[in-house]
């Protein structure tokens, strides 16, 4: 469906020109209707939150993958930067499993549990910056999309209308990969999986800051639809 057939079919008739004329400045379409399909469910979005991106349900796809290759069954899940919810609630709909999900802006988090509710799925959303994360619990899983666009790197133009901090990161984009990793190393199960999307090689320098964090684990990259090498997993045994 093209963008036009999707103002038509969610903007009401009054607002349609207004709309149009929104389309054609470059404003995203998904927040000029308010929602966007992601994994077979249907996600509120507005400002205050990433759009989410076909990319990311294939994080979503491997994700699933692994953790069955691994053995992983009714998994307690951690997400962090959960920003719409999109990916805690596509696991939820497909797993036996608990889900927790953080994020440091209380309005997204606003959205994601508008969303649980849209799709009928019960997580804990927590507003909460990672920096300040302490747990007790143990998970199976830890899965995040973070901020990975270094700063002052070119992105689509399309995304100045995103939270930008949610986009761009210090260290050369690889910022939050070193907090999360370092404030969740003590909180995994004995049998865990980490998912990670990230940037364009990336890979390159979080294979040795992993292998300093958790020396004895198994790193493996994946490629995107566009052979980008876009996530990263890392577990206990053989992936």
Same mark, same amino acid.
């Given at each position: ?75 307690? %899940?951690?997400?962090?930067?959960? @920003?719409?919810?999109?990916?805690? *609630?596509? #696991?939820? $709909?497909?797993? =036996? ?69 949610? %986009?761009?990161?210090?260290?050369? @984009?690889?910022?939050?990969?070193? *907090?999360? #990793?370092? $404030?969740?190393? =003590? ?53």
């Amino acid at each position: 469906m093209s963008d036009e057939e999707l103002i038509k079919k969610y903007v009401p008739n009054d607002n349609y020109e207004e709309a149009l004329q929104k389309l054609k400045s470059g404003y995203p379409v998904q927040y000029i209707i308010g929602n966007v399909e992601f994994y077979n469910s249907l996600i509120k979005v507005n400002e205050n939150v990433l759009i989410p991106r076909f990319e990311t349900e294939y994080l979503v796809e491997k994700t699933i993958k692994y953790l069955k290759k691994i053995n992983i069954n009714n998994p307690k %899940i951690l997400e962090i930067g959960t @920003g719409s919810g999109c990916i805690a *609630i596509a #696991l939820k $709909k497909h797993l =036996n499993c608990d889900v927790d999900a953080i994020d440091i802006n209380p309005k997204a988090i606003t959205i994601a549990k508008d969303n649980a509710i849209l799709n009928k799925v019960d997580i804990n959303f927590m507003h909460l910056d990672i920096h300040d994360f302490k747990s007790e619990n143990k998970y199976d899983l830890i899965i995040s999309n973070p901020p990975y666009v270094p700063i002052g790197n070119e992105v689509d133009e399309k995304t100045k209308y995103e939270p930008q901090n949610a %986009i761009f990161a210090s260290d050369n @984009g690889l910022y939050f990969y070193k *907090i999360i #990793l370092n $404030k969740v190393k =003590n909180n995994l199960k004995p049998n865990y999986l980490i998912a990670f999307e990230i940037g364009d090689k990336e890979e390159i320098y979080l294979d040795e800051y992993i292998k300093t964090i958790l020396p004895n684990s198994y790193i493996k990259i994946e490629k995107d639809y566009n052979n980008y090498e876009r996530y990263l997993f890392v577990s206990n045994s053989q992936i």
